[in-house]
């Protein structure tokens, strides 16, 4: 992990430095001639940096995210004719799940784009509504959540602590995987199963007997091949790119729970953008949304079809009935009891989602 520098949230995390490192090059360049006047002023300097943007996150770079991230970058940088420079860090390069949000809200990365799972820890329980399982029944049961006025109200519990949310990205539903196979509940028992950072993960798998551990995603290939872990939930998009289906033998499409995300970027930093600036990154980041949010769903189509094409696991999928034992194990409603998530949420996300409660 990188060391967390200082937070400089007006210019990005390394400008001011290089703009005086710069000023001072040209100064000794011309000394001869006279410093006081040749030289150009810090300010100046300062005023041609571009402004940096630091955006991080835990996934490969073809990944939907990877590839949202990589549109934000370059839409950034077109339409603000190079006053913005946005620098994508893919797959824990610069920090893991836990230490990117502990370095944006130190300004030390100025945007990530992390898993709701992993927002509790700075916007309280109720981020893991998204964790329950079985709480939506499709993908547009989901984006109406999260277009709609609890979507809003989510973000806006992220910004006492120095965060702002301004978008959510789709992933899609998660699957299992496992050194065995996962055909019904009793056979979770015992299993060592990695899960988010998030309690209702936890108590997901507690109730299926299961013992969760809590990793960042990065460590989790090397943990299921030496065997410290027998499984693991994800979403067929970050399976195959992460090369899990390499190191599982089963797979249970299972669509159990929904991995999405929020793109949030450090407050201090945001709001002292230039207008303008802030209007255009805005609007490419309005565009990134887009792009991500419509390719989603078919990625993780194609993803799956390449983890069965690959021929490394089996592949099982549930019966309706099947689905159903697990549905009564997994109790969203006692869930979210257990993990502090307001029962009104639940509700809410239940109408919104035309599931009675
Ligand atoms: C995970 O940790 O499994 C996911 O949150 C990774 C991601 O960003 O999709």
Known sequence: MKPLPQATPDRGARSPRRAITALLGSCMLVAGQGIATLCMSVSQAYAQTPIVIQFSHVVTADTVKGRAALKFKELAEQRTNGRVRVEVYPNSQLYKDREELDALSLGAVQMLAPALSKLAGVGGSDF??????????????????????????????????????????????????????????????????????????????????????????????????????????????????????????????????????????????WDKLPADIR????????????????????ENTRALERIKASGKLSIYTPSAQELAQWRTALDPVSLAAQSGIRPELVKAIQVATRVPP
Do not use: C
């Open 128 to 269: 893991e509504a998204f964790d329950l399982p079985f709480l939506f029944p499709d993908h547009a049961a989901y984006r109406r959540v999260v277009d709609g006025a609890i979507g809003v109200e989510l973000l806006l519990r992220l910004e006492p602590k120095g965060i702002k949310g301004l978008a959510y990205w789709d992933n899609g539903f998660k699957v299992f995987t496992a050194n065995r196979p996962l055909l019904a509940v009793r056979d979770f028992r015992g299993l060592r199963i990695r899960v988010q950072a998030s309690r209702t993960l936890l108590k997901q798998m507690q109730q299926l007997g299961a013992e969760p551990s809590i990793s960042p995603l990065i460590n989790v290939f090397e943990a299921l091949r030496t065997g410290k872990l027998d499984g693991e939930e994800n979403t067929p998009i970050n399976v195959v790119s992460q090369r899990l289906h390499e190191v599982q033998s089963h797979l249970t499409v299972s669509n159990h729970g929904y991995l999405a995300y929020a793109v949030i970027v450090n407050k201090a930093f």
């Open 279 to 298: 209007n255009t990154l805005e609007g490419a980041l309005r565009d990134a949304t887009a792009f991500e949010n419509s390719i989603a769903e078919a």
